[in-house]
């Protein structure tokens, strides 16, 4: 089959420099907020991903004109709101499909939403709760897919959201807030999952012109208002950046990322502090950074992802190349991501001999002296086979079956894993 790469062991440290794509959050952010925007918008350093091409094809369908040239696109909003009928067809795209329910709630006519077999196993249920405290008329599947959500006439600016599933609802409601006529009060209820992507939510809805307040940790405040257009650039994804950090940190090696540094607000640029946990020398600068891998790396024990939970697939896959046991905690919102990447992930390392725990929100990996070539599977799930690429790059021969699936997020990564583990571009 095509979609079937055979990873060798990387057999000798490397040094190397990698321009990230641009964050895939940051950048369906403000693809949204161009759609709402006081005039025209040009975004720099788009990522070459379906989640991305999904959203703009959906933006086009809700009547925003769409420019495409490389990693740049011209978006302008509509002159007159788009008021008839649509169907969106969101594929696999988790978080386009949660921005895009919200805003529905800013439309009287009615949005249909439909998508891939496995988009329609992710829960909406309390986000479509809150948009029928908002005054929407909404239809689901259990709050699953199929989905029709008509915006109404007059919307109530309040309402109430469960946090404890994931932060992609209160983002999507906060992104799309400026446009309904009052703004919107949001009381919040459940432990908050995912933090640092409210953050991110915030800082990037800040530099289009509207600011979220937050009163007493328990209620987010929007006012109504309108995005400022004009040229923004995207920087790159620190998501993505934890494959290459773990490679360098495993091999002893040296990757330098162009593109991310220390002005980010993205959760994940957390996961570089686990490398220098494990010996890792990072030197950041503001706007890139440079990883170092030790001569070979110290435990790390426990580690709480549970704001970085997209970063947690690389903890996995590094944890049985260290010296002791690693029990990785805060991983609720994993079960219900692109695959069960508890269940999943646990299934994929023990083909390897790797023996792991695993529990309803957290595992316990230990360490394995010897492991063997194994076949992995992906799950259709992006980051599983980014973080399997990891594993198989210390263990050699390894086969990653449905490798083609990082196109999700990162269409380039084979490309830029082959520069580490093939320098001469062999396959």
Known sequence: MTDQRTIPRIASPFATDVTLPGSKSIALRHLLMSALADGPTRLDGIPRCDDVDVMFE??????????????SAWLTPPAVPFASDVVLDLGMSGVTLRLLLAHA????STTRFTGHRQLHQRPNADLLEALRT?????????????????GPACPIPKTTLVTDV????????????????????IALKGART???YIGVTTTEMAKRGVRVQTL????????????QGGNILIEGDASAATYHAALATLHGGRITLTNLGDSTRQGDYAFLGLCERMGAEVSRAEDQVTIKGPASPRPVGDADMVDMPDAAPTLMAMAPFLPTATHITGL???RVKECDRIACGA?????????????????TIHPADALRPAGFDTYEDHRMAMALSVVASKVGGCVIRGADCVAKTYADYWEDFDRVCRPDGSH
Do not use: H, W
């Open 332 to 334: 609720a919102t994993l």
């Open 134 to 150: 908002i005054g929407c008329k909404v239809e689901s599947n259990e709050g699953r897919l199929p989905i029709a959500v008509t």
């Open 347 to 363: 299934n994929e390392l023990r083909k390897a001999g790797v023996r792991v725990e695993e529990f309803d929100a957290a595992m």
């Open 105 to 108: 709630a800013l439309r009287t």
């Open 216 to 227: 007493e940790d328990t209620t987010v405040v929007v006012p109504a208002g309108t995005y």
């Open 58 to 71: 959906a933006l086009r369908r809700l009547g925003v004109r769409v420019v495409r040239q490389g990693k």
């Open 194 to 196: 995912s933090a640092s």
């Open 166 to 185: 994931t932060s992609q609802y209160l983002s999507g409601l906060m992104l799309s807030a400026p446009g309904l006529p009052s703004g919107l009060a």
